[in-house]
């Protein structure tokens, strides 16, 4: 079965910081994978997606995330964090191009 | 377009009453999905439609939730008789295509007491 893992419950990272969240995902097929962003009181909002073609894939709000087959992973990262940054995040994949797993979130904390 | 709209955005009600949630997808979307979000358990899968066709309930937790597709614009998600282990953040969303992006609702947070 498709699973999602996401290291780390809880970061915090200082403002302008690098940004660095984890996930890895079990798949025996290159599975569609996306980072969705959850800020507080409001539903989810997709920030990237792969599906194919380039592994490094651009979103919003100046986040990043690569593909990397050989390691089963797609870890989200930006370059300089910003207070508004603070929320939580998930990474999902979509196993059978039907419906979407996510993971348990990583609830990122931004200090000054 | 609105986007996915949900009602009633907020629901408190007694422990074996019946509850109902509401879901609009966004038009021209034939996916519609029902997740449920709590501390413990984290985001879950309840179900899942396509072309209004319930394709996987495997994830709704019991018989006493039930979620039906009318029509493609409009969902309904009951609870009857609900408990307070149902409180919780119910979401819903909708996608053009299965595995593609999903459209969130902003979710109806019940409270069951």
């Known amino acids: 079965a498709q699973s999602v893992t996401q290291l780390g419950s809880h970061v915090s990272v200082s403002e302008g910081a690098l940004v660095l969240l984890r996930c890895n995902y079990s798949?025996?097929?290159?599975?569609?994978l996306f980072w969705y962003v959850q800020y507080p009181n409001q539903g989810l909002q997709l920030l990237l997606k792969?599906?194919?073609?380039?592994?490094l894939v651009k979103g919003i709000n100046g986040f990043e995330a690569e593909f990397k087959k050989s390691e089963t992973s797609f870890h989200l990262t930006k370059p300089s964090a910003h207070m508004s940054d603070a929320a939580e995040y998930f990474c999902?994949?979509?196993?059978?191009?039907?419906?979407?797993?996510f993971g348990a979130g990583t609830r990122l904390t931004v200090k000054p | 377009d609105a986007g996915v709209i949900q009602s009633p955005r907020h629901e408190v009600t007694e422990m074996g009453q019946e509850v109902t949630l509401r879901c609009k997808p966004i038009?021209?979307?034939?996916?519609l999905f029902w997740y449920r979000q709590t501390m413990m358990r984290g985001l879950e899968l309840l179900i899942y439609?396509?072309?209004?066709?319930?394709?996987?309930d495997s994830g709704m937790p019991e018989d006493r939730f039930s979620a039906k597709m009318p029509n493609a614009s409009f969902s309904t998600l009951k609870i009857q008789p609900s408990e307070p282990r149902d409180s919780a953040v119910y979401f819903c969303?909708?996608?053009?295509?299965?595995?593609?992006?999903?459209?969130f609702g902003p979710g109806t947070r019940l409270t069951v007491t």
């Open positions: 798949s025996s097929v290159p599975p569609y």
């Open positions: 969303a909708s996608s053009l295509i299965g595995g593609g992006e999903q459209y």
């Open positions: 439609f396509n072309n209004n066709v319930p394709i996987d």
């Open positions: 038009s021209g979307h034939d996916y």
């Open positions: 792969y599906t194919t073609g380039a592994t």
């Open positions: 999902a994949v979509s196993p059978n191009n039907n419906d979407m797993r």
